[in-house]
C-alpha cells in the first residue's frame, strides 16, 4: 500500500518535527534535595510555567505563589518555604523558591505550609494523600513595599515600573 499525498506530509513533519523539537525544548528545573524530600521550581516564564503545571499531577504537592495584580512576567522570587506537621508542628521540609511554582514529593499527611516573601508569611493547610496530587494557592496582597521588604528580583522588577513611568 502506497502512503497518498496527506502520509507523505505527515511522514516529513515528523521526522522534521524530531530533528528540530529537541533543539527547541527548554531544559527542565533541576530537582532538588532538602531534609530528604526531593522538589523541583520552575515557572519563570510561559515555557517553564507550562511544563511544571503538565508535570505537577506526578508530585505529591504543588505549591503556587504570585503576587495580586502583579503585572504579567512580575514572578515571586526568593519564597521561604517552611512544610510542617500539622498537628505536632515538626519541622519537615525548608526551602526558598525562587520561581513561581515549587513541586515536593511530601509523604502522605497533614501539614501546615508557611510561604514568606518579603517578609510577609502566608500560612495554609496542606493534606497530602497517597498517590493524589494536592495543590495550595499562595497570592500576596499588591500593596505590600516588596522594594524595601526584600526579595531582590521583585525590587528590580519595582524599580524598572517605577522607572517606566516617569
Do not use: H
Amino acid at each position: 500500500m502506497k502512503p497518498n499525498r496527506f502520509g507523505w506530509a505527515l511522514v516529513a513533519m515528523v521526522i522534521l518535527g524530531a530533528g528540530t523539537s529537541a533543539q527547541a525544548l527548554p531544559s527542565n528545573p533541576p530537582i532538588q534535595l532538602t531534609q530528604g524530600i526531593e522538589y523541583m521550581c520552575g515557572g519563570r516564564n510561559s515555557a517553564e510555567a507550562a511544563f511544571m503545571r503538565m508535570v505537577s499531577p506526578r508530585w505529591a504537592a504543588t505549591l503556587e505563589f504570585s503576587v495580586n495584580r502583579a503585572k504579567p512576567g512580575d514572578v515571586p522570587d526568593d519564597v521561604t518555604v517552611v512544610v510542617r506537621e500539622r498537628y505536632t508542628g515538626r519541622p519537615i521540609m525548608e526551602a526558598v523558591a525562587g520561581a513561581p511554582f515549587m513541586l515536593a514529593r511530601l509523604d502522605p499527611g497533614a501539614y501546615e505550609v508557611d510561604a514568606t516573601l518579603g517578609g510577609v508569611t502566608l500560612r495554609q493547610a496542606l493534606t497530602v494523600f497517597s498517590g493524589v496530587a494536592s495543590r495550595a494557592v499562595f497570592v500576596w496582597p499588591s500593596n505590600v513595599d516588596f522594594a524595601n521588604a526584600g526579595g531582590p528580583r521583585m525590587a528590580q522588577q519595582q524599580a524598572a515600573v517605577r522607572g517606566s513611568s516617569d
